[in-house]
C-alpha cells in the first residue's frame, strides 16, 4: 500500500526557511506526479508545488522564486525548500501522489494518495 509521511514542519521565522519532506513506500517518486498541497483554517486546500518524472515542475504563483520542490530518487523521498517565509504560509502542509505519468490537473481530486500532513506555522 502507498504510504506518503511528511516531516520537517513546526515553527518559521518571517523571511527565514523550512524543508519539508516526504518518506514514500509503496510508490516509487521518480514515477508519476508528485506534489505538495496546503490548507490554512477556513480556506481551501490549495497547490503550492509539483514534479514529475523527469523532474519538470511547477509552483503557485504564490510561492514562485521563493520555495523549491525536488526530489531524491535513491531515498525515495519528496522535498520541499520553503525560503523567504511569510505569515501566509502558515498552514497544514501535504505530500499527494497522482499516480498518472504527468503533472496536468493539479487539483486535490486528481491525486490519489495523501499524507496525514505536517503544519507549518510562520510568525514575526
Known amino acids: 500500500q502507498v504510504q506518503l509521511v511528511e516531516s520537517g514542519g513546526g515553527s518559521g521565522q518571517v523571511g527565514g526557511s523550512l524543508r519539508l519532506s516526504c518518506a514514500a513506500s509503496?510508490?516509487?517518486?521518480?514515477?508519476?506526479?508528485m506534489g505538495w498541497f496546503r490548507q490554512a483554517p477556513g480556506k481551501e486546500r490549495e497547490g503550492v508545488a509539483f514534479i514529475e518524472r523527469y523532474s519538470q515542475t511547477r509552483y503557485a504563483d504564490s510561492v514562485k522564486g521563493r520555495f523549491a520542490i525536488s526530489k531524491d530518487n535513491v531515498k525515495n523521498t519528496l522535498y520541499l525548500q520553503m525560503n523567504s517565509l511569510k505569515a501566509e504560509d502558515s498552514a497544514m502542509y501535504y505530500c499527494?501522489?497522482?499516480?498518472?505519468?504527468?503533472?496536468?490537473?493539479?487539483?486535490?481530486?486528481?491525486?490519489?494518495?495523501w499524507g496525514q500532513g505536517t503544519q507549518v506555522t510562520v510568525s514575526s
Open positions: 509503496g510508490y516509487t517518486v521518480s514515477v508519476g506526479c
Open positions: 499527494a501522489v497522482d499516480a498518472r505519468s504527468r503533472c496536468y490537473l493539479l487539483i486535490p481530486a486528481r491525486f490519489d494518495y
